[in-house]
């Protein structure tokens, strides 16, 4: 696993609105701002944290160069701009790269459920108009379906600026598999914050996270700890914080993240519909997970 160009921290960061729900660009420059001093490696932009589905493109490309004004250099910048339309896929990837981004992601098509040749044919259509680096993004939870080994695997084989992949099948058998057959210069982030552990653990090199919106340093010193070679303190720590990676998905993504940074006095504005902000119980319960870990006072 030779190529960490996008180190091992990668924060899929939320997207901050004002009192209307529009783009709050100012928010967003403090919350990568953030980012970067709390120890995040790289950030990715519009992800699923960063609510994709309701940010459209020209909104997305404010932002995109909002943050780039503010941190642009200092950390890399990862754009989400995988659709379920790979003509419209392309034309948005080839608008973001002008911009001076350093990445891209790209989501399995959602909805349309395409067989395992129209995933692969897609993901290459993609790359081939491009020149930036792109990270594969499975999440069948999400897109109903797995992006199988086989195909993962041709796509790392083929493309030459495919150079990684955020797995968050839970299937860990595949992501093994993945790990021991990729070429030495594709590497497998964990798609899940409580999962990035076992995932290093098979071959993994770190995590594209939503906890580390709330708390990037406690997520840093987990993953240091692991490649120090100290696993015994890894698990430790990893399980210290435990019971807030599992809290901040009691509902939809990013809900809650967004409640637990208002918790901690910073403030990036609710949901857009058809996500729902979250309830007074549902604030509550996670106030008392913050503090048994000892985010909040």
Aim: hydrophobic share 40%; net charge negative; proline share 5%.
């Amino acid at each position: 696993m030779s190529d960490l160009r996008f180190g091992r921290l990668i924060t899929a960061m939320i997207t901050p609105f004002d009192k209307d729900r529009k783009l709050d660009l100012k928010r967003s420059q403090e919350c990568a701002v953030r980012q970067l001093e709390g120890g995040a490696d790289s950030i990715i932009l519009t992800g699923t944290t960063g609510e994709s589905p309701t940010v459209f493109y020209p909104d997305k490309m404010k932002y995109y160069q909002a943050v780039i004004e503010a941190v642009g250099g200092k950390l890399p910048l990862i754009c989400n701009v995988g659709d379920n339309c790979t003509e419209d896929s392309i034309n948005f990837a080839r608008e973001v790269e002008k911009l001076g981004i350093d990445g891209l992601m790209l989501v399995v098509p959602y909805y349309n459920k395409p067989p395992q040749e129209g995933l692969y044919q897609h993901f290459r259509a993609i790359a081939e108009s491009v020149d930036l680096p792109i990270i594969l993004y499975n999440i069948p939870g999400r897109c109903v379906i797995n992006m199988e080994v086989s195909t993962t695997l041709r796509l790392a084989n083929d493309c030459e600026n495919i150079v990684a992949i955020k797995e968050a099948s839970g299937k860990l058998t595949q992501i093994a598999q993945i790990c021991a057959n990729a070429p030495d210069d594709f590497v497998v982030y964990s798609g899940d914050d409580d999962a990035t552990l076992p995932i290093m653990e098979l071959g993994g090199v770190g995590v594209i996270s939503t906890i580390s919106n709330v708390v990037p340093w406690r997520m840093k010193e987990i993953i240091d700890t692991f490649v120090s070679g100290d696993v015994k303190k890894a698990w430790e720590l990893n399980d210290a914080l435990r019971p807030l990676m599992k809290g901040l998905f009691a509902t939809s993504n990013p809900i809650l993240p967004k409640a637990a940074l208002k918790l901690l006095g910073f403030d990036c504005g609710g949901v857009r519909l058809p996500l729902v902000d979250a309830t007074q119980e549902q604030i509550d319960t996670l106030a008392g997970i913050m503090r048994q870990v000892g985010v909040l006072d």
